[in-house]
């Protein structure tokens, strides 16, 4: 019996080895992604993740999605198969994926491990630069089987951040204070995507150094870095209101000249393909901004 | 272990909270001297300078350091009240299920509302408020009910039925974070983690005006809280209303701990540690013991949050975390010596 079971794994572990892999990429955390055929089923853990899988044209391939994922509209349909807390894993095996694609920091590990477990191949995103995200479209275009569309679709968003580079990058520096949550007050630090679309734009974090990656910070911190713009994500319904907080705090360079601007969310956020849309938002406001910038 | 005499204890620590004080509006991301602080204080020219100092130490600074100490009176104080009420040193406003309950009651205002906290001014915080001490106060009276018969409150009862209210809320919290939108699963959670960092005027003033109930009102148990330490059918001989003052003492603590809650969200370890550690310096007497309990407490928060403030500059820790760590070394040391010397 026991000669058995070694024979059936040595033989199983042959049978692999002679059939060459056709597709394989690196993930973002590192491990190889084998695939056999290009993946027509697909489940995605995260909405920017889904955002990025229709950019590519493969939205209809996707079987199921978080419960997050809500753009384009057409993802609200998707079976829903996760949340913030936990993953269904029995469901998302009945979906039979031929790939999953996950999000590392949102995810978590120990998701990720036990799909990798029950036999699941896992592709982990985990995206820190603009820089990255070209390479992202072309590794998952390889996955879907679609790497020249893929790669049109790189080249194309490379080219616009080389735009917005060429046009912002080297003006006067602008300190900027980026705030992602009001009560109390966060902020991203040098290490956040956030943070590197705010140097394209020629601005700089002021909170660039501070050791955790989403920061809170106390008000006096940002009186004393004193930023020329202050931008925070949200609707335009509490601008007025948004606006009136930061007033009381008239030493801050940014609220004295009132450059203070919004952005939606979902544009900063979500590392997706309309992090560009946020990006020129970003530029035109630091750039509203420069003519109160004493030079140095 | 001999005791400390209580009026050098209480010296003490009105020095070490004056000076706490004093260091906490002196720390910060800005460099502020004590000469600058006074300048503040008393100049009202229109020097920019001195504007910058008087928004960063009046606006900022005062605010927070007030909050902090308010909250960690509270806290201690009330942890000290139901330790005596309760006889049992591990009674707790997080152990009989106030604090929980009070957390449930703020998630349910911040879930119904759509995300109260995050409304303008006063009414958003009010709902939460209201939210939290509903939360406290039912908590508190659940547990009551089930413990008290006709042959008065049993301890073990309630405290039992404490541990299960705990269980209760956590649960329903858990499960109105499972379901909870993207924006209120992050106001739930991030207001959870508990900070001081949103400290203004307008929020420091019912948490001082419930502090300053609770310091007001305390002393007049304490001579009831010492005839309860024998036990209540003692204190019954003596002429102590036990039923009517347990029942005081319990709606006069779930207001303070929900008020304190709903502003601060959770800080744990203040209310169980300080009134042990004040015990053991200066002795069970509650004359003493709740007006020492009151000033450690406020110390333990102030210090706690000056170090949240500057140990990881420009960033800020969780309070929870420092109360843990600034605390319970002190109580360990304090433990060992006392077992030396019995």
Redesign the interface.
């Given at each position: 019996m026991r000669i058995l079971w070694i024979f059936w794994v040595f033989a199983s572990g042959q049978l692999f080895g002679e059939v060459p892999d056709k597709i394989e990429v690196v993930d973002d955390s590192g491990r190889n992604v084998r695939l056999q055929a290009p993946a027509m089923r697909v489940v995605s853990l995260a909405p920017n993740l889904t955002e990025i899988l229709f950019h590519l044209g493969v939205g209809d391939r996707i079987v199921g999605a978080d419960e997050y994922s809500n753009d384009p509209p057409a993802a609200k349909s998707i079976t829903r198969v996760n949340n913030h807390a936990a993953a269904n894993f029995e469901l998302i095996l009945s979906l039979q994926p031929d790939l999953v694609v996950a999000w590392q920091s949102g995810n978590g590990a120990r998701i990720i491990r036990r799909l990798r477990e029950l036999g699941l191949p896992v592709f982990v995103v985990e995206t820190r630069s603009i820089a990255d995200i070209p390479s992202l479209y072309r590794r998952l275009g390889a996955l879907v089987g679609m790497p020249k569309s893929a790669a049109a679709q790189a080249d194309d968003f490379a080219e616009r951040v080389s735009v917005l580079r060429n046009q912002y990058q080297q003006r006067t520096p602008v300190r900027l204070f980026y705030q992602i949550w009001r009560d109390p007050l966060m902020t991203v630090n040098g290490q956040h995507l956030i943070s590197d679309v705010v140097a394209l734009c020629g601005g700089r974090n002021i909170f660039h150094d501070a050791a955790p990656l989403v920061p809170s910070v106390g008000v006096e911190a940002v009186i004393a870095a004193d930023p020329e713009v202050i931008v925070s994500s949200g609707s335009a319904v509490g601008l007025t209101e948004w606006r009136s907080q930061w007033r009381q705090w008239e030493d801050i360079s940014a609220v004295a000249n009132n450059h203070l601007y919004l952005i939606p969310p979902d544009l900063m956020q979500r590392e997706s393909p309309r992090l560009l849309e946020g990006a020129e938002y970003l530029c035109q406001y630091l750039d509203a901004a420069r003519p109160t910038v004493k030079s140095q | 272990m001999r005791y400390l005499a209580p009026s050098v204890c209480l010296l003490g620590l009105s020095l070490a909270l004056l000076l706490g004080v004093c260091i906490s509006l002196k720390s910060?991301?800005?460099d502020v001297s004590y000469a600058d602080i006074w300048r503040a204080l008393t100049s009202s020219g229109h020097d920019s300078h001195v504007?910058?100092l008087q928004?960063?130490v009046f606006?900022?600074?005062l605010p927070r350091t007030l909050l902090a100490l308010s909250v960690g009176v509270i806290l201690a104080l009330s942890g000290a009240i139901m330790q005596g009420l309760f006889r049992n040193p591990l009674a707790d406003p997080s152990l009989i299920g106030v604090s929980s309950g009070a957390s449930v009651g703020a998630s349910v205002a911040i879930v119904l509302t759509g995300g109260a906290?995050?409304m303008?001014g006063s009414l958003g915080l009010s709902l939460v408020m209201t939210g939290a001490f509903l939360g406290g106060l039912s908590a508190t009276a659940i547990v009551y009910r089930l413990a008290t018969s006709e042959f008065g409150t049993s301890v073990t009862t309630m405290l039992l039925a404490g541990i299960a209210i705990t269980a209760i809320a956590g649960a329903i919290n858990g499960l109105l974070?499972?379901f909870a939108s993207?924006s209120l699963?992050?106001q739930m959670s991030?207001w959870q983690m508990g900070?001081l960092?949103?400290a203004n005027w307008y929020r420091l003033i019912p948490v001082v005006g419930v502090m300053v109930l609770l310091v007001g009102l305390a002393p007049r148990f304490s001579r009831a809280l010492n005839a309860l330490l024998l036990g209540e059918s003692e204190a019954r001989h003596l002429g102590i209303a036990v039923q009517r003052v347990k029942q005081q003492l319990i709606l006069i603590t779930a207001l303070a701990i929900g008020i304190a809650v709903s502003v601060s969200g959770l800080i744990g370890f203040v209310g169980l540690v300080v009134p042990h550690f004040v015990r053991l310096l200066i002795g069970p007497d509650h004359r003493w013991l709740l007006p020492a309990s009151a000033l450690g407490g406020g110390l333990l928060l102030v210090v706690a949050d000056t170090l949240a403030?500057t140990a990881?500059?420009?960033?800020?820790l969780?309070i929870g975390v420092l109360t843990a760590l600034v605390g319970a070394p002190w109580f360990i040391v304090l433990l060992i010596q006392q077992r030396r010397s019995v």
């Open positions: - | 910060g991301v800005v504007t910058r928004t960063i606006d900022i600074r906290i995050q303008s974070a499972y993207d699963l992050r991030v900070n960092s949103t403030r990881a500059s420009p960033a800020e969780p």
